[in-house]
């Protein structure tokens, strides 16, 4: 198995990354020679996603001239949000990424709650092989241990997410986005998450793929709020909480927390446990 020095907070490393003196990448895979067949290459994609795709793009060449078969994993998949287009000649960005990965030598990409497929299991996106992974079941068991086994009523902040919760009878919200805000930001304003049902009393898991800048979770956790909901829960697979939004959440609801796809101080379910446990490695 291959290590980035990005996954160093896992398993020791055993690639070498180093950066020449003008900023451009170096990256060694020792003992690359030896590798044959299937080789599991543990590497993410985020933070820095520009320059932690070249450094996969760069291994996956390494490994492919090789002669072996790398299976990239990437717990993250930055690009992830832009497989569809709004305005004329935007970039599919989802789909320009999977291919690059493909043609760089990847057999297959192992990553967690790929935000454009929207289920668990095998697809096939921009000519690239995707084992998408879901941390739900991981993160409502959490969550419940939170409560000590009290009732918990699991509900997506949007219908992109309603794939997490609705094995466990869990409910979606409506949100709709609206036009790209004025200025450099490419920022779709959230214009509304609708919310059409009871949660007086109960405790609420509020469970999303990821947490970005956190618009969408405040807006869902004061639809539950004013419901009457009694606890109130936030989870996701992803936690980049952008703009101050861990500390505005942990100030909103009693409990938020995420995988460490990507490192946070509230990541407290280890995405690596759920892939052995489903002998993805
Ligand atoms: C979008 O559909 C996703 O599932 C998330 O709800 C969204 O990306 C979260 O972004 P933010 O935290 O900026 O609202």
Redesign the pocket.
């Given at each position: 198995m291959l290590i980035s020095p990005n996954f160093s907070d896992i398993a020791k490393p055993n690639i070498e990354f180093k950066t020449f003196p003008d900023g451009d990448n170096y990256v060694r895979v020792p003992d690359a020679g030896k590798l044959k067949g299937e080789v599991s290459l543990l590497h993410r994609l985020y933070p820095e996603q520009d320059k932690a795709v070249f450094q996969a793009v760069l291994m996956l060449d390494i490994l492919k001239k090789a002669g072996a078969k790398p299976i990239l994993v990437a717990p993250y998949l930055p690009y992830s949000?832009q497989d569809k287009t709004f305005l004329e000649g935007e970039a599919l960005s989802a789909e320009v990424l999977c291919r690059m990965l493909k043609s760089a030598g990847a057999e297959k990409l192992v990553t967690l709650d790929c935000?454009f497929l929207k289920k668990e299991g095998r697809a096939e996106y921009g000519g690239l092989t995707i084992d998408n992974i879901s941390m739900g079941k991981a993160l409502i068991e959490h969550a419940k241990k939170k409560i000590n086994g009290e009732r918990l009523e699991v509900i997506s902040?949007?219908v992109?997410?309603k794939y997490l919760v609705e094995e466990y009878g869990g409910k979606s919200m409506e949100k709709v986005r609206g036009a790209y805000v004025e200025g450099s930001e490419a920022y779709r304003k959230?214009e509304k998450v609708e919310f059409g049902f009871d949660v007086k009393g109960s405790n609420v898991l509020i469970l999303?793929?990821?947490?970005?800048?956190?618009?969408?979770?405040f807006r869902a956790v004061e639809n539950v709020k004013k419901g009457g909901a009694k606890k109130v829960l936030c989870a996701a697979t992803h936690g980049f909480f952008l703009k101050g939004s861990l500390e505005k959440l942990k100030g909103m609801c009693d409990s938020v927390f995420v995988t460490n796809s990507i490192p946070s101080p509230v990541s407290e379910v280890d995405f690596m446990a759920v892939l052995k446990e489903k002998s993805v490695l």
């Open positions: 949000r935000h902040p949007d992109g997410a959230i999303d793929d990821m947490i970005s800048t956190g618009g969408t979770m």
